[in-house]
């Protein structure tokens, strides 16, 4: 009796650590990236609502640890991407295609996670004799978040593209400035000298024009009509060695953007107060729920942003269609 108790004890204890040791085999913290504006709100709500630690916890990962870092600009974020100091980024759809292509079947390599957004970006100007593209000067300036590969910087040459031909498709990127959103928003409100125009996303760009001297010429709709502009990704080494949490991470997307939808009022809320946005809330809600924005964790127009690079010179790989950019945990939903 007492050898059968003690092999029933000792069959329990190894189940039990082999348990322990399945559940966790993958990472306990995490590093996670957001930028500035509207265009990561998902990833505010999925921080306030510790969500991310919820969906890792259900899929039987424990108690993991999620630090998140403030971080802008497409060349920024893939340098700290390849130097290993974040698992997961919110970057622009240019600046992700621009390092898979380039680290594709290296070390580097990089995955999408999910997609964030798709939301319109305005190009503002404080400038009253502008009164479209046309009438910028070479010695005009205008401000985004990185020259030629963040997400404002390629979609100025998408709409440049649009108005005058594809040809001259970099026609306006002498006059492109480096500036974080808030710090453009800041110089334009103020009409600070050096820099008339700012390439502006949400919030920064309705605020903008909420002022009389601000108005704006162009609008990334128009060129690119419904397209996912923000995005999640990763090293493609952590998505293969930790595939349950980038399904938690998945699901708190999807959970967040569901937030989104049904609690305008406790988004802006939470948006106002961890952005340090000098908006009312009520205001900030009225331009979350513009009819113009969009969140979803399944990528859109993907390949719009794929061609136009390819064809112009800035990937040199162009992928096959949107599932070859995207972890095989969203390749049963329908996305572009």
Not at 60 to 75: H, N, Q, Y
Not at 175 to 187: C, E, G, I, K, S
Not at 253 to 268: P, S, V, Y
Request: with cysteine.
């Amino acid at each position: 009796m007492l050898v059968t108790l003690r092999n029933t004890v000792c069959t329990t204890l190894v189940i039990f650590l082999a348990a322990c040791s399945t559940a966790f085999a993958e990472a306990q913290t995490v590093r996670v990236s957001r930028g500035y504006g509207i265009t990561h709100l998902p990833l505010y709500v999925i921080e306030h609502e510790k969500l991310f630690e919820k969906h890792a916890k259900a899929a039987g990962l424990g108690d993991i640890t999620v630090t998140w870092r403030e971080l802008d600009g497409g060349g920024n974020l893939n340098d700290a991407m390849i130097a290993g100091t974040l698992d997961i980024a919110s970057v622009g759809i240019p600046a992700f295609l621009t390092l898979w292509s380039k680290a594709r079947g290296t070390p580097n390599e990089v995955i999408g996670v999910g997609a964030v957004c798709g939301v319109p970006f305005h190009l503002n100007t404080n400038n009253p004799q502008i009164q479209s593209m046309k009438d910028i000067a070479p010695s005009d300036r205008i401000a985004l978040p990185g020259i030629k590969v963040s997400l404002g910087a390629v979609v100025l040459q998408m709409m440049v593209a649009k108005e005058f031909g594809e040809e001259n498709y970099a026609r306006l990127d002498p006059m492109t400035v480096t500036m974080l959103h808030p710090d453009a928003f800041a110089a334009v409100m103020s009409g600070t000298p050096g820099v008339s125009f700012h390439m502006a996303s949400p919030p920064f760009a309705q605020i903008e024009l909420k002022n009389d001297k601000i108005r704006s010429i162009a609008n990334s709709r128009e060129a690119l009509g419904d397209a996912s502009l923000m995005t999640t990704y990763a090293p493609k080494r952590f998505t293969d060695a930790n595939p349950k949490l980038v399904g938690a991470f998945i699901a708190a997307l999807d959970e967040a953007n569901a937030f989104i939808a049904e609690k305008l009022d406790a988004t802006a809320a939470l948006y106002v107060k961890a952005a340090k946005v000098k908006a009312p809330e009520a205001e900030m809600r009225d331009i979350i729920a513009d009819k113009d924005n969009s969140f979803s964790t399944v990528p859109s127009g993907t390949m719009k942003f794929a061609d136009f690079m390819h064809r112009v010179g800035s990937i040199k790989t162009k992928p096959a269609d949107w599932k070859e950019l995207y972890v095989p945990q969203l390749h049963g939903r329908t996305g572009s």
